[in-house]
């Protein structure tokens, strides 16, 4: 059985000498993996569709639940973003983000256009990193079901909260914060508002936010904190990313 599909390479693994396996995130079909025969062979016309964080139109072959593709054709391939160290190795760290909180055979079509969206935001739109970055985590987060409650403090309600509690995702005010559980950052109101914009907006303005200079880094390094502590997990991805910017 044939099947046409469009979805973005998450991984890349070698399979063989000749052969590769791809991680694939789809539309309809969430996360596949699929064998490119000879994709690992010199001059192999598989090699542009099916690179890492490449966009692309698969013809895949099923065979006893295994597909392999029988054609690929390139449809973005984020070029400018390839000639970059820095945001290619931030692209990866989305792909990984997408991989882990995407599930087999489950549709999860908001996932792709974020994942999409944020490396073209890199590559062709010129938006700042850490924007890109913190809007991708906080929005990636919500969709693996660990949306953070922004409204204000859960205990008091007080619309001036001070600090978020990352194991619980709920803010907390000054008064409030006092022998409180768990590991809890700051939180300025532009910070707040930033992530307020960022879990409700429209998806196609994602990146249509500003924050001041002063809390860019700090919103930055909060998404990232909030994201790891709910997934309980780090990303090699990530901590390459970083090692850059020293």
Known sequence: MYLTIRSL????????????LLT???????????????????NSP???????????EFTLFEYRGMYTVNEATSLEL?????????KLSLGTYFAQVAE?????????????????????????????????KAAFELRAACFAGYAPDLYGCHICGSQ????????????????????????????TPGMLDAMRYIVYCDPKKLFSFSVREADMERLSSL?????????????????????LLI
Request: hydrophobic share 40%.
């Open 160 to 187: 001036t909260p001070s600090l978020l509690d990352l194991s619980g995702g709920a803010l907390l005010c000054k008064e409030h914060s006092a022998g409180a559980a768990g590991i809890r950052l700051p939180v």
């Open 46 to 56: 598989l090699v542009g569709p099916c690179q890492l964080l490449a966009y692309a």
């Open 100 to 132: 882990v909180i995407s599930q087999e055979d489950l549709p999860n079509p908001e996932l792709l256009s974020l994942v999409l969206n944020s490396l073209y935001a890199l590559s062709c739109l010129g938006k700042d990193e850490m924007l890109v």
């Open 9 to 20: 390479v998450l991984r890349v693994t070698d399979y063989n000498d000749r052969d590769a």
């Open 78 to 86: 984020f070029r400018d973003l390839r000639r970059d160290l820095t």
């Open 223 to 243: 998404t990232e904190a909030y994201l790891t502590t709910q997934l309980e997990r780090g990303f090699q991805t990530l901590d390459f990313y970083k090692s």
């Open 24 to 42: 694939l995130l789809t539309r309809e079909h969430g996360k596949i993996t699929v064998k490119a025969r000879g994709l690992r062979r010199k």
